[in-house]
């Protein structure tokens, strides 16, 4: 299984990896995989900075085997050769399954952490999940891949393809950070529980209502088609105790708004909803969207990557319908539609650029 796409960065990874980790089929090769990609120095160094947030935040408890099993690591005679070797078999299982809960519980704190970062959060507080709680969980969905997650409170998350969401929902609080992709949220109505989205360098606040969150690169593109959110620069989020957010901006339905790397947010604007999320029927549509961000999305359904070789080409403005299954059309008609742009197909993408650029060598 690949844990990367091209272009992303180490959190994007360490996030696939997680998937990966928390999966039940884990095999030892994949785990020797994950091993070989820690043996980075800046994998190792962002593992490092995870585990000392984490300690100080008191959440990731070293596992401690029980009593029956240290007396189980040496044959001492006191019974059968037959039921020391299975009770060892048994002991062995709950290392490897402590093993992994543990190593899950590290990837996600990578996760967090990277999120925590690239937002200037001084602290991001995930308890793991027990009897009590809902606790922490990740989604993740493949190339052209969609799926409907339901939170314990009733809230929906319909997830895009390539899109990765973690959930912390208990008594007190309900977050999700969209590390990637895009997502409908359906906010089940709880005044007492504010539902908050953590995306890139802002976040929505909702107490009942639906809106639809999109995330490329630095941008994020808030659209809501039911009630009201409100919509603001992340300062510091506590998953546990509450947030502080600054004053935002509020959005109501058949309207949008967007913000960048710095959380500077955009003018609200009129926008058709239905177009916002005619991507879970299978379709992308544009109005006027630079080329760069329109095939930033097409990648997250396209099994070959498309690249953009010059800003020219980026900065085109398309408008039209993308159909998730006919992309390879699409990047046929592209040509045709712009006669100024090449579309080269190389052995393992596709690259889209100006004509005046078609010399360029790779």
Same mark, same amino acid.
Not at 128 to 149: C, I, K, W
């Given at each position: 299984?690949?844990?990367?796409?091209?272009?992303?960065?180490?959190?994007? *990874?360490?996030?696939?990896?997680? $998937?990966?980790?928390?999966?039940?089929?884990l095999s030892p090769a994949m785990f020797n995989r994950w091993e070989r990609w820690m043996?980075?120095?800046?994998?190792?160094?962002?593992?490092?900075? $995870?585990?000392?947030?984490?300690?100080?935040?008191?959440?990731?408890?070293?596992?401690?085997?029980?009593?029956?099993?240290?007396?189980?690591?040496?044959?001492?005679?006191?019974?059968?050769?037959?039921?020391? @070797?299975?009770?060892?078999?048994v002991v062995q299982l709950r290392q490897r399954r402590d093993r992994r809960v543990k190593?899950?519980?590290?990837?996600?704190?990578?996760?967090?952490?990277?999120?925590?970062?690239?937002?200037?959060?001084?602290?991001?507080?995930?308890?793991?999940?027990?009897?009590?709680?809902?606790?922490?969980?990740?989604?993740?969905?493949?190339?052209?891949?969609?799926?409907?997650?339901?939170?314990?409170?009733?809230?929906?998350?319909?997830?895009?393809?390539?899109?990765?969401?973690?959930?912390?929902?208990?008594?007190?609080?309900?977050?999700?950070?969209?590390?990637?992709?895009?997502?409908?949220?359906?906010?089940?109505?709880?005044?007492?529980?504010?539902?908050?989205?953590?995306?890139?360098?802002?976040?929505?606040?909702?107490?009942? *209502?639906?809106?639809? $969150?999109?995330?490329?690169?630095?941008? $994020?593109?808030?659209?809501?088609?039911?009630?009201?959110? @409100?919509?603001?620069?992340?300062?510091?989020?506590?998953?546990?105790?509450?947030?502080?957010?600054?004053?935002?901006?509020?959005?109501?339905?058949?309207?949008?708004?967007?913000?960048?790397?710095?959380?500077?947010?955009?003018?609200?604007? *009129?926008?058709?909803?239905?177009?916002?999320?005619?991507?879970?029927?299978?379709?992308?549509?544009?109005?006027?969207?630079?080329?760069?961000?329109?095939?930033?999305?097409?990648?997250?359904?396209?099994?070959?990557?498309?690249?953009?070789?010059?800003?020219?080409?980026?900065?085109?403005?398309?408008?039209?319908?993308?159909?998730?299954?006919?992309?390879?059309?699409?990047?046929?008609?592209?040509?045709?539609?712009?006669?100024?742009? @090449?579309?080269?197909?190389?052995?393992?993408?596709?690259?889209?650029?100006?004509?005046?650029?078609?010399?360029?060598?790779?």
């Amino acid at each position: 299984m690949n844990t990367g796409y091209a272009g992303e960065s180490i959190g994007e *990874t360490a996030a696939n990896w997680l $998937v990966v980790l928390k999966g039940s089929d884990l095999s030892p090769a994949m785990f020797n995989r994950w091993e070989r990609w820690m043996a980075e120095p800046a994998h190792r160094q962002a593992f490092a900075e $995870v585990q000392e947030l984490w300690e100080l935040m008191g959440e990731l408890q070293p596992v401690h085997p029980s009593d029956a099993e240290v007396a189980a690591d040496t044959y001492d005679s006191s019974t059968s050769v037959w039921a020391f @070797e299975e009770k060892q078999k048994v002991v062995q299982l709950r290392q490897r399954r402590d093993r992994r809960v543990k190593v899950a519980w590290m990837s996600l704190a990578a996760v967090v952490s990277t999120v925590a970062i690239g937002l200037g959060i001084s602290k991001i507080a995930l308890s793991p999940p027990d009897h009590r709680t809902a606790g922490v969980t990740l989604y993740a969905t493949e190339p052209a891949q969609h799926e409907n997650v339901v939170l314990i409170d009733g809230s929906q998350i319909q997830m895009g393809a390539r899109t990765a969401v973690t959930t912390n929902v208990t008594r007190e609080n309900r977050l999700v950070v969209l590390d990637r992709g895009e997502a409908l949220f359906q906010v089940a109505h709880d005044p007492k529980r504010p539902f908050r989205v953590l995306a890139g360098a802002g976040v929505i606040t909702a107490v009942g *209502t639906a809106f639809n $969150v999109r995330r490329l690169d630095g941008t $994020v593109v808030v659209t809501v088609t039911e009630g009201t959110v @409100e919509v603001a620069p992340a300062r510091t989020v506590n998953a546990r105790s509450g947030a502080e957010f600054p004053h935002g901006q509020r959005v109501t339905r058949g309207e949008s708004i967007s913000y960048d790397a710095e959380g500077k947010l955009s003018d609200v604007r *009129t926008v058709d909803p239905k177009m916002a999320t005619a991507w879970r029927d299978g379709q992308l549509e544009y109005r006027s969207e630079p080329l760069n961000r329109v095939v930033q999305d097409v990648n997250r359904y396209s099994r070959t990557a498309v690249m953009i070789e010059d800003s020219a080409a980026g900065e085109i403005l398309y408008s039209g319908t993308v159909f998730e299954r006919d992309i390879n059309d699409w990047l046929a008609a592209l040509g045709k539609v712009f006669p100024e742009l @090449e579309v080269v197909h190389r052995d393992h993408d596709v690259l889209i650029r100006t004509r005046r650029a078609k010399n360029t060598t790779f």
